[in-house]
């Protein structure tokens, strides 16, 4: 069964810095595709950055320039490097894995992690 547990968020102020780790078991992850979303109260849940088993990275406008995504395929574990944080980054974090395509597509999420930056 995959599973996939984040940690690291915490609560920082604004300009601070966090790292998110997420740690997948019960499937090698070298070839899916993993990234990090996250919801604020009110708002919708939007995607963050992804990042493909060949290294491949997407990033929302917003956090382009602050936030880097990698991977250690090696300890099936992705990262989310959060730099020059910002009050509207206060959300629960969440990790993504999915491969596969149309009815073989799985898609996994983790429980979350909260991340708050106070002004």
């Known amino acids: 069964q995959v599973q996939l547990v984040e940690s690291g968020g915490d609560s920082v102020q604004a300009g601070g810095s966090l790292t998110l780790s997420c740690a997948v078991s019960?499937?090698?992850?070298?070839?899916?595709?993993v990234g990090w979303y996250r919801q604020a109260p009110g708002k919708q849940h939007e995607l963050v950055a992804t990042i493909t088993g060949g290294g491949t990275t997407i990033y929302a406008d917003s956090v382009k320039g602050r936030f880097t995504i990698s991977r250690d395929n090696a300890k099936n574990t992705v990262f989310l490097q959060m730099n020059s944080l910002k009050p509207e980054d206060t959300a629960v974090y969440y990790c993504?894995?999915?491969?596969?395509?149309?009815?073989?597509?799985?898609?996994?999420w983790g429980q979350g992690t909260q991340v708050t930056v106070s002004s």
């Open positions: 019960g499937r090698s992850f070298s070839t899916d595709v």
């Open positions: 993504n894995l999915r491969y596969g395509s149309g009815y073989n597509a799985r898609i996994y």
